[in-house]
C-alpha cells in the first residue's frame, strides 16, 4: 500500500502520534478490513492518533478509536463543527452546506424539527409496501439460477430504486446516479470528486426548477415548499438538502447489504439461524450493523479542546469513524465476535442532535432485504475461488460479491 501525504502536518501535532491511516485509502483491496485493517488499529494504535491521510486529499485528521470518544465528540457542539465536513461545495469554490448534516444550532435544530417527523418509524413503515415490492422483484431474478453477483444485482440497485421513486425520477437516471457516487465517495482524485459534484448540483438545480412548476408528493418537491419560522427556505437550502438526500439516499444502504450478506455467506451458521428463526432477523441487522459499520464522517475543531491530553486546536479535523467504534474492545466483549443475541447499541447512524436522517429508512431497506433473499434463495456461498474486493474510504464498500448456491 503506497503511503502519500500532501498536506503537511501542523506544527502542534506531536510526531509520535503521526500514523497513516490503512482504511482511508479509497482503493480497492482484497481482503476483509475488519478482519485485519480494523482489528490492527484497535492492537497497535493509542486512544488518539493524527492520519495523515484520513480526509479526502490525503489531508490529516485526528482519529478516536473508541466509541465513548466518539460519543463525547459527537454531542461537543461547543468545541466541534460538521460545517463544511464534507467538502463538496468547497470542491467548486463554493459554500453552501447539506442540509440539514452540515448546519449548526439553532438552524440545524429548525431544520431537523421540520424533517424528523417525514422520516419517523411510522412515516418509514408506510414505505414497507413499496420497499418489500422492490426487493421481491430483484430477488426473484434470481430462481431458476446457481449464482450472482450480489453486489451489482441487488446490493447497489436495490436502495438506488427505492431513491428514485422517492425522489420522482424515472429508473432510466440510475446508471448517472450511481456512476456520480462513486466518483464522490469512492474515488481519490480531488478533480473526478469536483467534475462529479458539478454535475449532480447541475442536474439536481434542473430537476427542482422544474419541479417548481409541477409539485408532487416526492422529496424534492417537499424541500421547495419547507418554510421555517414561516419563511421559505433559500435556494442554496433546497439544493443543499437534496445533495444531502442523494448522498445518503444511495451508498450507505447498498455498503451495509454487501457487507451483511458477505458475512452471512462466509458464516453458514449465522444465515442457518436466520432461515431457522426468521424472527432473529431483526437483532441480527443490528449485530452486524455495529460489526461491519461502514461509514466515516468528520468534525472540525472551532475552539482549542484536548481528548486524553492531547491539544486539539481550530481548525483540526476529527474522523468519526465508526468502523472503529463498532469494533471498540473496551465498549464490547469480543468485539470482532458477531453474536446475534449481544442486543448492544451502536453508533453506526451517528449521535446526538446530528444522528442520521434517514436512519430509520435504512433498516426498513436492510431488514426486508435480509428477509425477502433470505425467503428466495436457498443457502448460498461465495463462490469457489473468489477473493471479494473491498473498497476502503470514507465508506467501506463490498464491490463485488459473486454468490453460489444449490
Not at 214 to 240: F, H, K, R, V
Not at 262 to 275: F, K, S
Not at 348 to 358: A, K, V
Request: aromatic share 8%.
Amino acid at each position: 500500500m503506497t503511503e502519500q501525504t500532501v498536506a503537511p502536518i501542523p506544527a502542534h501535532v506531536p510526531a509520535e502520534l503521526v500514523r497513516y491511516y490503512p482504511l482511508s485509502e479509497r482503493k480497492t483491496i482484497y481482503e476483509n478490513p475488519f478482519d485485519t485493517l480494523v482489528a490492527d488499529v484497535h492492537n497497535t494504535w493509542p486512544e488518539i492518533a493524527y492520519g495523515s491521510n484520513v480526509y479526502p486529499g490525503n489531508v490529516g485528521a485526528w482519529v478516536l478509536r473508541r466509541a465513548e470518544d466518539l460519543k463525547a465528540v459527537y454531542m461537543d457542539e461547543e468545541h466541534f463543527t460538521k460545517k463544511g465536513f464534507s467538502g463538496f461545495a468547497a470542491l467548486l469554490g463554493e459554500s453552501w452546506s447539506l442540509i440539514p448534516t452540515e448546519l449548526e444550532p439553532p438552524r440545524h435544530g429548525a431544520f431537523r424539527q421540520v424533517l424528523n417527523p417525514l422520516f419517523a418509524p411510522r412515516r418509514m413503515a408506510e414505505l414497507t409496501v413499496k420497499v418489500r415490492d422492490r426487493a421481491r422483484e430483484l430477488a426473484a431474478r434470481f430462481k431458476g439460477r446457481t449464482e450472482c453477483d450480489f453486489a451489482a444485482e441487488f446490493a447497489v440497485p436495490f436502495p438506488a430504486i427505492i431513491f428514485l421513486e422517492l425522489f420522482g425520477l424515472p429508473q432510466a437516471e440510475m446508471d448517472h446516479f450511481l456512476a456520480w457516487e462513486h466518483k464522490l465517495l469512492h474515488v481519490a482524485d480531488q478533480t473526478v470528486r469536483a467534475d462529479a459534484t458539478r454535475e449532480v448540483k447541475h442536474f439536481l438545480q434542473d430537476v427542482i426548477k422544474e419541479r417548481r412548476k409541477n409539485l408532487g408528493t416526492d422529496l424534492i418537491s417537499n424541500a421547495i415548499q419547507i418554510t421555517i419560522d414561516g419563511e421559505p427556505i433559500t435556494d442554496d437550502e433546497i439544493l443543499g438538502h437534496c445533495f444531502n438526500l442523494y448522498v445518503g439516499g444511495l451508498d450507505t444502504v447498498a455498503s451495509n447489504l454487501g457487507l451483511h450478506f458477505h458475512h452471512l455467506a462466509t458464516h453458514p451458521e449465522h444465515q442457518q439461524q436466520l432461515r431457522d428463526n426468521p424472527a432473529l432477523i431483526p437483532a441480527a441487522m443490528e449485530e452486524m450493523l455495529r460489526a461491519y459499520s461502514a461509514v466515516t464522517t468528520f468534525r472540525i475543531c472551532t475552539k482549542q479542546t484536548e481528548i486524553h491530553g492531547v491539544s486539539i486546536l481550530p481548525g483540526d479535523k476529527v474522523a468519526m469513524t465508526t468502523p472503529l467504534a463498532g469494533r471498540d474492545p473496551t465498549q464490547y466483549k469480543n468485539p470482532n465476535e458477531v453474536r446475534f443475541d449481544r442486543g448492544a447499541t451502536h453508533v453506526t447512524f451517528g449521535y446526538g442532535s446530528h444522528r442520521c436522517l434517514g436512519a430509520n429508512l435504512a433498516r426498513r431497506e436492510l431488514l426486508i432485504a435480509l428477509e425477502e433473499v433470505l425467503a428466495v434463495l436457498p443457502p448460498f456461498r461465495l463462490a469457489p475461488g473468489a477473493v471479494v474486493p473491498f473498497r476502503a474510504g470514507g465508506v467501506i464498500h463490498v464491490e463485488s460479491l459473486p454468490l453460489v448456491w444449490g
